[in-house]
């Protein structure tokens, strides 16, 4: 059974989906909610939900965080996670990291494009279709391979609150088998 930290800035709707989804698979185990973000909701619902959870300051911990996760978990699994994943962290974890976003990447991807900007961008665009990729992270950050990508229809023009609900319900419903089935593909090869 592989070990899992996972990193998340925001409210952890992801991360509490994916605590939840790993407490039923015999592949993985959250182990720790690691933030940098000390308003972030997802402490509240690490509490909530039993798991420990470790606020740093990546400006200043982050060489300490590193040695801590690569002593103690397998895979990171970043899950709105806000800041640029330091290169020694991709090298220390190669393979072993991946990353929600919450579009049909290539296309909006990259700096400045999360949350809500994301369904913006989509909305502006007058798109019929959105989705969510999960992917390898590389040190180009949203450009590493993809795992999967699940779509949902829009209107052109959708508001932007509208298709974050969408999206939200495709993240819920695919990001921990997702997950899974990336943990056994890694668990085999050990
Ligand atoms: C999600 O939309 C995810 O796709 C993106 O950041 C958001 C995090 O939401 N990476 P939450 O904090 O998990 O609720």
Redesign the pocket.
Known sequence: MLKIAIL??????????LVEYFARSPWGRVEIIVTNNPR???IDRSSRLGIKCLLFDPTSQSEEVLTLLRSSVDVLI?????KKIPINWVRSFHGRMI????ALLPKFGGKGM??IH?HKAVSDSRETTTG?TIHQVNEHYDEGAILAQYRVEITPGESPQSI?EK??IL?QKH?GQTAETWIKQISKKQ
Request: aromatic residues 10%; glycine residues 16%; without cysteine.
């Open positions: 998340a800035s925001g409210s952890g709707s992801n991360a509490q989906a972030a909701g997802v970043l899950a709105g996670y806000l990353n929600i976003h919450p999360y949350g994301v969510i974050q999206v939200r993240e990001f």
